[in-house]
């Protein structure tokens, strides 16, 4: 853990490399103290696949941080669609590894006032086709039904998987948002489009993927991949003081392409009652 002691300290997940590396480091660089999680290379070594080592993550959390209180924590860690990967994988590494180690560090958040962002995703907007009951499985917490469902789409089944868990991260911030912030805790996601990671380069290894990827790119009205850095400027925002009556809010950041899909689909009016 460093310099835990100097300011608030923050948990992030994926923080061995891409999005939650980024993040980690430009926490740390404001004087933040920040213990990271991942499968190796942080100070909280722990598979974020199994109930088991979710356990154990917040567990060894909870010896690090003591009497203190966590200022904020933020889920970056996921894992991408990949011919042959098993739906269930995604279903709990991206949906289950971020929800069971928020509710299990929601008693350090609430200490003092703090926050929590999970990391959604554009393809919840851009993407076709993905199986709403699959995001709304993971939504109703049995990690089980979900994880077969996931699996009930076959080889390819991690491409429908993908956009469901992160939408149901972001159904998630959408319907707890409320109750977190009466503990004091502000939940907000975050919705990234393509970024340039270590996660999206390995999907180019893929031809499949790799063409899709190329095609994906050229639809983004800013005309390029996003950064790490700039989705860890967004996330120490969100996370921060500055940020404090921003509450249920999912934030895209994809270049402008959700708004290019879907002009007109939000703001819509509330049904009377």
């Known amino acids: 853990m460093r310099g ?5 300290t923050y948990v992030i997940t994926g923080a061995a490399s891409g999005l939650g590396a980024a993040t980690a480091e430009r926490l740390h660089r404001a004087g933040h103290g920040v213990i990271g999680v991942d499968r190796a290379g942080t100070d909280v070594e722990a598979d974020l696949g199994s109930p088991g080592g ?4 917040v567990a060894r959390i909870g010896e690090l941080v003591g009497s ?49 962002l ?23 917490g049995d990690e089980h039904a979900a994880a077969r469902l996931a699996d009930s789409y076959g080889e390819h089944g991690s491409v429908l998987t993908y956009p469901a868990t992160k939408a149901a991260l972001a159904y998630y911030v959408r319907t707890h948002a409320a109750d977190y912030i009466r503990s004091g805790i502000r ?13 999206t380069r390995a999907g180019r290894e893929d031809p499949h993927l790799a063409s899709a990827m190329d095609a994906y790119l050229r639809l983004i ?53």
């Not at 979710?54 to 993550?57: I, L, N, P, T, V």
């Not at 851009?126 to 499985?137: E, M, N, S």
């Open 68 to 116: 203190a209180p966590v200022e904020g924590f933020a889920a970056f860690a996921g894992m991408a669609p990949a011919a042959g990967r098993p739906g269930s994988d995604l279903v709990a590494v991206n949906y289950f590894g971020a929800i069971d180690l928020l509710v299990g560090l929601r008693p350090l958040l609430s200490r003092e006032p703090s926050s929590a």
């Open 187 to 199: 939940l907000n996601a975050i919705a990234p489009g393509f970024i340039d990671t270590p996660m």
């Open 118 to 140: 999970l990391v959604s995703s554009n393809s919840t907007t851009t993407q076709p086709g993905w199986p709403v009951d699959l995001a709304q499985a993971c939504l109703g």
């Open 221 to 273: 009205p800013a005309g390029r991949a996003g950064t790490a850095e700039e989705i860890a400027a967004l996330a120490a925002f969100l996370l921060g003081p500055d940020a404090g009556y921003c509450v249920g809010s999912v934030v895209f950041a994809d270049g402008g392409l959700d708004a290019h899909h879907r002009p007109t689909d939000w703001p819509r009016p509330t049904e009377a009652t």
């Open 54 to 57: 979710r356990f154990e993550a």
């Open 4 to 8: 835990a002691t100097r300011m608030g």
